[in-house]
């Protein structure tokens, strides 16, 4: 079974611009979450997504977006990128069905390097 | 929001010894995951464990959720266990977890 796949793996982009990641997790998992690890916050949780809508979010500006198809696929979207959101952007997806109580493993892709210039 | 505390910061081993990490967290739990990320900066899930101990080959895992705190133990370790682990909590149902500062292992050969 294939992991978490994450693209692009690296990109380079200016100020001011903005940037779509995209994560396709595991088969047959339905909730895909966000992570931001810098060297100096650490990991960070972004916003998690569950058939579609986003079920929780952290403490980012609103700049930072995502979505979710009906396949599962995910993309994150930042705009008017600034040089503190040069990052590691990790995605992780798990079998979570979402009801209460309910948590489960998290598998994580291999990441997007973002570096802001 | 919780607090999750890793230690030691760093540590070094000699390939084929034993080590303890520790995380300690500021409140109650229902989720706790242990992860390597790998020099290439892959994120691998060791352990769920928001209870109980558990054990994958060379690799444990313990966590005492009414004392909040959790260990990891590696035996015989290898160059390859070299790397940064995680420990990662969660209050609620989700996959929203706080990750801890990590320990920066590095097995010498």
């Known amino acids: 079974k294939a992991g978490v796949t994450q693209t692009p793996r690296y990109l380079i982009k200016t100020r001011g611009q903005q940037v779509t990641l995209s994560c396709s997790p595991i088969?047959?998992?339905?909730?895909v979450s966000w992570y931001q690890q810098t060297p100096g916050q650490g990991l960070q949780f972004l916003f998690e997504?569950?058939?579609?809508?986003?079920?929780n979010k952290g403490n980012f500006p609103g700049r930072f977006s995502g979505r979710q198809f009906s396949n599962s696929r995910s993309e994150m979207n930042v705009s008017t990128l600034e040089l503190g959101d040069s990052a590691l952007y990790l995605c992780?997806?798990?079998?979570?069905?979402?009801?209460?109580?309910?948590?489960?493993?998290?598998?994580f892709g291999s990441g997007t390097q973002l570096s802001v210039l | 929001g919780i607090q999750v505390e890793q230690s030691p910061p760093d540590l070094i081993l000699q390939e084929g010894a034993n080590s303890t990490l520790r995380c300690n967290f500021s409140?109650?739990?229902?989720?706790l995951q242990w992860f390597h990320q790998n020099p290439w900066g892959q994120l691998i899930n060791l352990f769920y464990i928001p209870s109980g101990t558990k054990q994958n080959g060379r690799l444990s895992a313990t966590t005492v959720a009414t004392e909040r705190y959790s260990l990891l133990y590696i035996s015989s370790s290898q160059t390859t266990d070299s790397g940064v682990y995680f420990c990662a909590v969660g209050e609620t149902s989700g996959s929203r977890l706080t990750f801890g500062e990590g320990t920066q292992l590095t097995v010498n050969p």
């Open positions: 409140d109650s739990v229902n989720n």
């Open positions: 992780a997806s798990s079998v979570l069905r979402y009801r209460q109580g309910a948590r489960e493993k998290l598998f």
């Open positions: 088969s047959g998992h339905r909730s």
């Open positions: 997504y569950f058939s579609e809508t986003q079920r």
